[in-house]
């Protein structure tokens, strides 16, 4: 799949399907862009940035969303369910030892739900063939140079689950409170490409 | 750890050491290119879903199989690298690698 889609085969097969599902009355345009619109309403980064600043500040709360990403979730309101099918979301979680990274080299996989639509790097052929090689040379690029004890990992989404990075809690952050922490945590940080 | 319950039918499991088949089908398929006929070790299952092969060559009804993050080794992968390298993939992408 190439890195740009507007004038590739898919586009062209997904604009026939728009337009023989409205011809033959099985929803109408506007009813497409209601679903869209809906969905992407409430995609943001920031739904990502509470529950990283969550679990920061409630260690019960961090245990639930490494064990089972889908239910922790909800407790905040969020929900993998609003696209197509739902999906499975495995938070994975930095510490001193190890950091991660995420990537979806077949296309351009991304949990929109909790960090918005993804930036146009991430679906980049470059940051897709080079990050799962030469990791620690892509993070150096984006100004995060790692220790070389770090163990990395990289997160291909080339399935039906979707990745979010559960950064280090910076050091000097005790005094703050759970919204102050949310506006410190970076898109960036969830995917893995900067700490915060 | 699992993050969905493990059904009766999954083959592999955590700890597993499996090799990703070498084919090249016509069709899509979501196993990429640079995992195939490369061996790495099972972390985890990730529930089960449709096969996406089944699934853009119009099989009706598609089958469905668990679907493993599998970790590999970057060394493993590209012949350098300390780092791993987890890919999700489809049950019948894997065969059992034995252990030497």
Same mark, same amino acid.
């Given at each position: 799949m190439s890195g740009t889609h507007t004038d590739s085969s898919i586009s062209q097969q997904v604009r026939d399907l728009e337009s023989t599902l409205e011809q033959r009355g099985v929803l109408s345009g506007l009813e497409l862009d209601a679903v869209i619109d809906r969905f992407l309403a409430s995609a943001s980064p920031l739904n990502g940035a509470r529950l990283v600043a969550r679990a920061w500040v409630d260690p019960a709360f961090r245990e639930r969303l490494l064990a089972d990403g889908n239910a922790a979730i909800e407790e905040l309101? /969020?929900?993998?369910?609003?696209?197509v099918q739902p999906q499975l979301l495995r938070v994975v979680e930095n510490t001193d030892a190890v950091h991660n990274v995420i990537v979806c080299t077949l296309c351009s996989c991304y949990p929109i739900s909790i960090l918005g639509p993804s930036p146009s790097w991430y679906k980049s052929e470059a940051y897709r063939s080079r990050v799962v090689r030469q990791p620690r040379q892509v993070l150096a690029e984006f100004g995060l140079s790692l220790a070389e004890e770090v163990e990395l990992r990289v997160w291909d989404a080339s399935a039906e689950t979707r990745y979010l990075v559960l950064p280090c809690r910076p050091a000097?952050?005790?005094? /703050?409170g759970e919204e102050e922490l949310a506006a410190l945590v970076t898109r960036n940080g969830m995917i893995g490409t900067a700490a915060v | 750890m699992a993050c969905l319950p493990e059904p009766a039918t999954a083959r592999y499991h955590a700890g597993d050491r499996v090799k990703v088949r070498t084919y090249d089908p016509p069709h899509h398929t979501r196993a990429p290119r640079y995992t195939r006929g490369r061996v790495g070790t099972v972390m985890e299952m990730h529930g089960v879903h449709r096969v996406p092969d089944d699934v853009v060559r119009g099989v009706t009804p598609p089958s469905s199989e668990a679907v493993y993050a599998v970790a590999f080794a970057a060394a493993d992968l590209w012949g350098e690298g300390q780092h791993q390298v987890i890919v999700n993939l489809w049950e019948s992408y894997l065969e059992r690698q034995e252990r030497a």
């Open positions: 309101g /969020l929900s993998m369910s609003g696209g000097g952050t005790d005094g /703050l | -």
